[in-house]
């Protein structure tokens, strides 16, 4: 088990890590540049907390915890960024990195699904974490944790493949 | 994509967005400050022990000043010099200054301690109880005065003093 503080080199962790998390506080703001506040906090903090980086779970716990208080902290700004980008229909920033059109069209219907259907979906596909850690950092049974993961991928079928 | 483990694979094949490199940056000066302030372990139980002293200091002190405010209204109210005899050596000074002047009485017109130097001499257990106690040892200066309403003749009377007060530590 290696621990996360006795790591020098913890960029490369970070680098493994990052995307993943940054992907997961999306949901929560609006902002990739916000989205990147959050995750440095939450891995500061779970840095000088002696963490295991194994741990992924409660790293996720801990930038979705921030994510929360971010948005109550910064409600009215983001109401206000959400209602800009909704009348002008600016360009947002990708969270996907696309190399054509089916893959545009995929990571479009993932910014539909629920909230709560895309951070599973989130900490499985991008993450590998386990429905077992999933649902430690959600506190959410395991069975629960599984079934959103389901129906996240029923609604992307069901979005992509109209009947 | 009819089934779900093909939407699975197609998921996959899409890549987040990377961060930004000045994330990097940014993390690794965090980073910096988190050691600058965590590595020298001893120093924040310093200061929060000096703190604590400090704090025990100044409420002392503010009792202390109570304590002599409320001495010197009762002081006041009795009118009576002779009631300031918890400081005998006022006494003698006091009856000198009383022949010497005028048969009116003198009455009290102030009091100050000013406590110079505060010493906390460590925790100590009382013999019954098992609660601790902090042993703060309080070196003051305490000055009187008194005047003849009459005359006008005022009397001075200033000493060092020392004092020793165990506060009761409460566990958190």
């Not at chain 1, 741990?55 to 994510?67: E, F």
């Not at chain 2, 002190?61 to 109570?66: D, N, S, T």
């Not at chain 2, 200066?141 to 530590?169: D, K």
Request: aromatic letters at 8%.
């Amino acid at each position: 088990m290696q621990n996360l503080v006795s790591h020098e080199d913890w960029k490369s962790c970070f680098s493994e890590v990052a995307p993943g998390l940054l992907l997961f506080a999306r949901q929560w703001v609006q902002s990739a540049a916000d989205a990147e506040d959050v995750v440095q906090e939450a891995f500061v903090k779970f840095w000088r907390r002696n963490h295991k980086i194994e741990n992924r779970a409660l790293l996720y716990a801990a930038v979705r915890s921030i994510a929360l208080d971010f948005i109550r902290r910064d409600s009215r700004r983001a109401r206000r960024e959400a209602t800009a980008v909704r009348d002008t229909d600016e360009f947002s920033e990708p969270q996907f990195e696309f190399e054509d059109d089916t893959q545009r069209a995929l990571a479009e219907a993932i910014d539909f699904l629920p909230c709560e259907q895309r951070e599973v979906l989130v900490m499985k596909i991008w993450n590998e974490l386990t429905f077992a850690e999933i649902a430690g950092a959600l506190g959410i049974s395991q069975n629960t944790a599984a079934s959103r993961y389901r129906y996240a991928l029923a609604a992307l079928r069901n979005t992509l493949q109209p009947q | 994509m009819n089934d779900l483990s093909q939407i699975e694979k197609e998921l996959r094949k899409l890549r987040p967005a990377r961060p930004s490199p000045i994330l990097f940056e940014r993390i690794e000066e965090a980073m910096i400050d988190c050691r600058a302030v965590a590595s020298p372990a001893i120093k924040p139980e310093r200061l929060r022990y000096n703190r604590l002293s400090l704090g025990f200091g100044l409420a002392a002190a503010a009792v202390l000043v109570l304590f002599a405010a409320v001495k010197m209204e009762r002081q006041e109210s009795g009118k009576e010099i002779a009631q300031t005899s918890r400081e005998p050596e006022a006494a003698p000074l006091l009856n000198r200054a009383q022949k010497s002047t005028s048969t009116d009485k003198f009455v009290p017109a102030g009091a100050t301690r000013l406590v110079y130097n505060t010493r906390d001499e460590g925790l100590q257990f009382a013999s019954r109880s098992g609660q601790p106690l902090r042993r703060m040892r309080y070196q003051t200066h305490e000055t009187w005065q008194w005047r003849n309403p009459t005359t006008g003749a005022s009397l001075r009377v200033s000493y060092p003093s020392e004092e020793v007060v165990l506060i009761p530590v409460s566990g958190q």
